[in-house]
């Protein structure tokens, strides 16, 4: 019923900058955050940053400083700037929307989804 849709990943130099994009498209009629998780080679996922629906943002330690999170709410649309970039930021990005509230009418569920995944790989 809900889908995400990420783009952006890629091979960046150490230093440089990318931006992330994620999509949510499907039956729903709000959603409370929206956010990006990695998950770096043989490691746990972790946070990298969310936001919610009144633009309050939270961001990992590790990330603070150089990414930025941002949304449109008309378009369910998640934002990640990513900028001087480090070989640790390598993993998988994974796109997050939290909360969700479909258009139903009847199902009061709150639902949780995942995007497919984005590769993000630094290195010279």
């Known amino acids: 019923q809900v889908q995400l849709v990420e783009s952006g990943g890629g091979l960046v130099q150490p230093g440089g900058s990318l931006r992330l994009s994620c999509t949510a498209s499907?039956?729903?009629?709000?959603?409370?955050?929206m956010g990006w998780y990695r998950q770096p080679p043989d490691k746990q996922r972790e946070l990298v940053a969310h936001i919610t629906s009144l633009g309050i943002t939270s961001y990992g330690d590790s990330v603070k400083g150089r990414f930025t999170i941002s949304k449109d709410n008309a378009n369910n649309t998640v934002y990640l700037q990513m900028s001087s970039l480090k070989a640790e930021d390598t993993a998988v990005y994974y796109c997050n929307a939290e909360r969700v509230l479909l258009a139903s009418g009847w199902d009061t569920t709150l639902y949780d989804y995942w995007g497919q995944g984005t590769q993000v790989t630094i290195s010279s």
């Open positions: 499907g039956n729903i009629f709000s959603i409370h955050t």
